[in-house]
């Protein structure tokens, strides 16, 4: 006969409340009751049971009655005869179906060991250490919010839209269940709030924009109520970190956006702050999401904080194994290629481990044959084939063929340049700024300058030597067209300032703005953002905030969104 055990407890009014419990051992109810009322407790208890829990096949009811003493095992003090405390242990056995057992969250070895192959991209792996985990712990809900990562991941990494539209009711379904489990554990209000996140990410990255900042909203509120409720669990420091930089970094022009979903605040300092603690808190004691924080902060470091290098070095410096990870092989590749470390790039990304384990991530495709194309290899365009040949999502596939086309006309075949550009115009979306851009390039009809296009990749590839030998001396042969004469004042403006020749940058820099900010192009708008910078550097804050918000005045057509997020994100870094 299965046996169940429930807890029972009971007011002043011998009023009886029962409460399933998840596990066997210390099942007990302390209560007061007077002595000349012990009778009557026992038989209105039995009654309630038998009424209660006792249906088909009848039920066995045991008491253990006990004076209690002190719960922590000390002496007691004699309790008076009207005001003892007894101990009731207990036992229903039932000839039926057992009481359901409690649901609870548990990051057991076998959860963290799914949890580490689907962050490494192991994804068959991962499906069959989740099959185990529901056979073995079927009552972990840790497993539900682990399946959810492994959905959003694996939607995230093809771009899947079809399977995003399919599977995205999948988060209240989620939601409910969790929902079910224990409200005092520090994972119940997490996993939820860590599930509308991820799902905020993906409705975002598919145009539902209100959908993303609802779930943001109340993503965020719960963690606010975890961390009030518990204060000493770290993982909650992980996505508030983030969030609260990326709140304190919405531009002027979206904070109703904020506003109207309210309760969210944040700072880009604060939030920076918070994860580099947990990174420290990390090194000294076992904390499973170290390295999903060390990814995000570096990815933050380089993308809004302007600090590249501290991003680069974050991650080369770090436990992290891409020989071992995909996941981390992507985004130190990125980091690598954005910083200006190309070669580093082009080592981890051709490194990106693939065959039968590991699921395959075509972006890690792009980016490599970016990186080649930045370093003027001729065979940069086969990684960038195979990415427009087997990348099936919709989001970066526009700036992919204009990487092929830059290709072809770095190679002089103009054909080339032209065929692939309207393959810009015929494939993926707009969404994204480089997707923008490059459909903006193949709607103009104009061709690049190639010295200036090899310039402009030389430079973005860390070869800052190399781009300043092939434009030196050669201002005069962009005079008569007005865009790559203030494309060419800015390119000399960038590559001063990698080289550290300061006063050249800021001579260059100068002159770029003075001949574009009136016009579309981003030249003028970023070159107000490096003065900021340069200026927030040289620890000179009033300026650095003029320019700062110089660069948020101009408004090109073209990479406007990411300038203006950098330029907010230093005025959030300046002191008062």
């Known amino acids: ?108 070895p076998r959860a963290t060991d799914a949890y580490q192959k689907i962050f490494s991209l192991r994804f068959e792996e991962a499906y069959l250490a989740l099959d185990g985990l529901q056979k073995q712990e079927p009552d972990n809900l840790i497993r539900i919010f682990l399946e959810n990562t492994l959905e959003v991941l694996r939607i995230g990494v093809d771009d899947d839209a079809v399977a995003y539209s399919r599977l995205s009711k999948n ?25 509308r996140l991820q799902w905020a990410v993906l409705h975002a990255r598919f145009g539902h924009y209100l959908s993303s900042l609802s779930d943001i909203k109340i993503g965020y509120a719960l963690l606010q109520e975890n961390q009030q409720r518990f204060p000493d669990f770290m993982a909650n420091y992980k996505s508030l970190g983030v969030l609260h930089v990326l709140v304190g970094n919405v531009p002027d022009d979206y904070r109703w956006a904020v506003r109207l979903f309210g309760g969210m605040q944040g700072d880009v300092r604060g939030g920076i702050a918070e994860l580099e603690s947990l990174l420290a808190y990390a090194e000294n004691n076992t904390f499973l999401f170290q390295e999903e924080v060390l990814m995000a902060y570096s990815l933050l470091q380089l993308n809004l904080n302007n600090q590249p290098e501290k991003a680069w070095n974050t991650l080369k410096n770090s436990r992290l194994n891409p020989q071992d990870n995909a996941l981390a092989a992507f985004v130190m590749g990125n980091v690598a290629l954005k910083s200006g470390h190309c070669d580093a790039a082009i080592s981890l990304l051709s490194g990106v481990p693939k065959g039968a384990a590991f699921y395959p991530f075509h972006y890690c495709d792009y980016l490599l044959g970016v990186a080649q194309l930045q370093r003027l290899d ?9 990415f427009v040949a087997n990348f099936k999502g919709e989001n970066g596939l526009k700036e992919g063929y ?27 979306n707009a969404r994204s700024d480089p997707d923008k851009v490059a459909l903006r390039e193949a709607n103009s009809g104009e061709i690049p300058d190639v010295r200036l296009l090899k310039a402009r990749l030389l430079f973005d590839g860390g070869y800052y030597n190399r781009a300043f030998d092939l434009l030196k001396n050669n201002s005069a042969d962009y005079d008569l067209n007005p ?31 003075r001949l574009g900010e009136n016009q579309p192009w981003y030249f003028a708008c970023n070159a107000a953002l490096q003065i900021g910078i340069l200026q927030e550097e040289a620890a000179d804050y009033k300026n650095a905030r003029y320019w700062y918000q110089k660069c948020l005045a101009i408004n090109p057509e073209e990479y406007a969104g990411s300038l203006h997020g950098k330029a907010k994100a230093g005025l959030n870094r300046l002191p008062e």
């Open 483 to 513: 865009r790559n004469k203030l494309e060419y004042q800015y390119r000399m403006g960038r590559i001063a300032q990698k080289s550290g020749k300061i006063d050249a940058a800021y001579h260059y820099y100068e002159t770029t703005i």
């Open 378 to 386: 001729a065979d940069a365009d086969l990684p960038l084939l195979r």
């Open 171 to 195: 988060m209240e379904a989620r939601l409910s269940r969790l929902s079910r489990g224990e409200p005092r554990s520090p994972y119940y209000r997490y996993t939820q709030a860590e599930i």
């Open 402 to 428: 204009q990487k092929l086309a830059w290709h072809q006309l770095l190679q002089g075949k103009t054909a080339g340049y032209y065929h692939y550009m309207w393959q810009v115009k015929q494939q993926g």
């Open 1 to 108: 006969m299965p046996i169940s055990f429930v807890c029972f407890s009971f007011d002043s009014k011998l009023s009886i409340y029962a409460t399933p419990t998840s596990t066997i051992g210390n099942h007990v109810i302390a209560t007061r009751q007077s002595k000349k009322n012990l009778e009557m407790f026992q038989k209105t208890l039995v009654a309630t049971l038998r009424s209660c829990v006792c249906g088909q096949g009848g039920c066995r009811i045991g008491f253990i009655l006990k004076k209690a003493g002190c719960s922590n095992g000390a002496r007691a003090n004699k309790p008076s005869k009207m005001n003892q405390r007894i101990l009731c242990f207990i036992f229903v056995g039932l000839s039926g179906t057992p009481l359901p057992a409690q649901k609870y969250f548990d990051f057991s």
